[in-house]
């Protein structure tokens, strides 16, 4: 299988080493598109000799002439949220499957142009939840999919971003809401996508509050950061910020980005305390699902740790699972550590009605996001060498929806001050049919 992949920034390096590295036997990557430039030959020169001229780069100006000359099966986007669809739909269109990054788009209206494309093209779309193949995670459909404890519910969902991660959604692109739709859609499109594999159901109605408390130029103040700058690099008072991101002090995220600023202006470390940040930092949602479960969700950007915690309340008991994580940036993705010897602290609870609670050994694996992502990347890449997937796993459009409807639902909750948001009538307005 051929593939070529549009966005060569840090989150496109997983699915470039696993094609051209790990799962060398059974793809090949043909061609390489960004904006930049300098972005483009530094991916370029990461891939693996393969011979010739190299690897195939173009402009994104030259996405068409792309596929037409290298001809691959299948696109992979890791562009910026906003810029999904357009990739998405001109690959399809040309007759290309494509492979997108999550989130699948950031709102109503490109969600339309992407299910109208696949509909009209007939074309294969994959959504690459990786949290879905965490074996922790999966370790939990297991349960529920077990009918252990009974019926689902309530679910009671809180994910806690640290300061060093949830931070760093502040000083990139993802800080705007019409870039990225927010923290409810980009980030938590992972976390309302498991919920609706976990409960076997999709979200029926959503309400939601949601505030910037902490990300805010009056927190600079309380910080003694006044007279900050406009961006870390150039910061007066970046020595004694404990939210500095050096760029020259990371050669991955130096290579990546401040020497390519000349290419597009495109700043890596904008100051997270700037006032034209549009992104909440602190939200709840409330969501009713078609099965009658309900759920409390919570998302804080600024917590003192990372990590989740997750109880699922049945009819015959409860499912608790907590994960406690810590980060730090690296190039675009993340340094993962946790507990004692880098070992992550996970710990999984079941209490049946009439028993005592009862510690479960953990799933667990090898590889980044807890060992998710080798498992993913085998059932992308080299499916016939995978076992059958009986938890159903892969994500197709539909899934891709779904997934970032709670979290669009929710925003509009917002801005009409909490109110209650029915998916149906959403989904009517916008012309879409699931």
């Known amino acids: 299988m051929k593939y070529a992949i549009v966005g060569t920034g840090g989150r496109h390096q997983m699915f470039r080493e696993a094609v051209t590295q790990t799962h060398a036997g059974t793809a090949e990557l043909v061609g390489l598109c960004d904006v930049n430039q300098s972005r483009l030959a530094l991916s370029a020169s990461k891939v693996p000799n393969r011979g010739g001229n190299g690897i195939a780069t173009y402009l994104a100006e030259d996405f068409d002439r792309m596929l037409s000359e290298q001809q691959p099966d299948t696109v992979i986007v890791t562009v910026p949220d ?31 142009r992407i299910l109208d494309a696949q509909r009209e093209t007939g074309r ?54 019409d870039k990225s739709g927010g923290l409810l859609v980009h980030k938590s499109t992972h976390h309302f996508d498991l919920l609706n594999w976990w409960a ?33 690099h150039t910061c007066p008072v970046a020595e004694r910020c404990a939210f500095r991101m050096d760029l020259e002090a990371d050669e991955p995220l130096k290579q990546l980005y401040l020497d390519a600023e000349n290419d597009d202006g495109y700043w890596r470390d904008k100051c997270v305390f700037a006032d034209d940040i549009t992104i909440e930092d602190t939200m709840q949602v409330q969501a ?12 804080v950007a600024y ?21 406690i994580e810590v980060h730090g940036v690296f190039a675009g993705g993340f340094r993962e550590r946790g507990g004692e010897e880098g070992v992550e602290a996970m710990t999984t609870e079941l209490h ?19 060992g998710a992502d080798p498992i993913m990347l085998g059932y992308l890449f080299d499916p016939e060498g995978m076992p059958e997937d009986r938890y159903g796993r892969a994500s197709d459009q539909v899934a891709g929806a779904w997934s970032i409807l709670t979290g669009i639902a929710a925003n509009q909750s917002i801005a009409r001050n909490g109110a209650r948001i029915e998916i149906a009538r959403m989904l009517e307005e916008a012309g879409i049919a699931l």
């Open 82 to 112: 906003y810029l999904h669809d357009e990739y998405i739909v001109r690959a399809l269109r040309a007759g290309k499957d494509v492979m997108t990054e999550k989130p699948m788009t950031i709102d109503m209206a490109r969600l339309k």
């Open 124 to 177: 294969k779309v994959t959504v690459t939840f990786n949290y879905r193949y965490s074996p922790a995670r999966t370790q939990l459909k297991e349960i529920l999919m077990s009918g252990t404890i009974g019926e689902i519910t309530a679910i009671d969902f809180r994910w806690y971003l640290d300061r060093v991660h949830g931070a760093d959604y502040f000083r990139r692109w993802h800080r705007y809401k």
């Open 200 to 232: 076997a159901s999709t979200p029926v109605s959503v309400s939601a509050t949601g505030k910037l408390d902490f990300y805010t130029p009056q927190m600079a103040i309380k910080l003694g950061l006044e007279g900050h700058g406009e961006r870390c």
């Open 288 to 299: 009713r699902y078609a099965s009658g479960a309900s759920l409390n969700y919570t998302l």
């Open 303 to 323: 917590s003192p740790w990372e990590g989740l915690e997750v109880k699922f309340h049945g009819t015959k008991g409860e499912l608790t699972h907590k994960h």
């Open 352 to 370: 049946l009605a009439g028993e005592l609670p009862k510690k479960l050994e953990v799933w667990t694996g090898k590889g980044s996001h807890g």
